[in-house]
């Protein structure tokens, strides 16, 4: 699970639902790549790392 980007995401007050919504793509893709089953590509992680202000590398981490 990357935890760090589960906490980035509640800290923001956003739910997976609405995490998926901006960012153009599936619950289910979301919470794959949340759960750490999926990778996700560079454009995702960017927008990550703007959204919830917090670098991409630490966001990645599993843990």
């Known amino acids: 699970?990357?935890?760090n980007l589960?906490?980035?995401r509640?800290?923001?007050?956003?739910t997976q639902q609405e995490m998926?919504?901006?960012l153009e793509?599936?619950?289910?893709?979301?919470q794959k790549i949340e759960a750490g089953d999926r990778i996700g590509?560079?454009?995702?992680?960017d927008t990550l790392e703007d959204l919830?202000?917090?670098?991409?590398?630490k966001l990645r981490e599993n843990l």
């Open 1 to 3: 699970m990357r935890k």
């Open 6 to 8: 589960k906490e980035a």
């Open 10 to 14: 509640q800290r923001a007050g956003m």
């Open 20 to 22: 998926a919504d901006r």
């Open 25 to 30: 793509i599936t619950l289910v893709y979301y």
């Open 41 to 45: 590509n560079f454009e995702i992680w």
């Open 52 to 57: 919830l202000n917090v670098h991409q590398r």
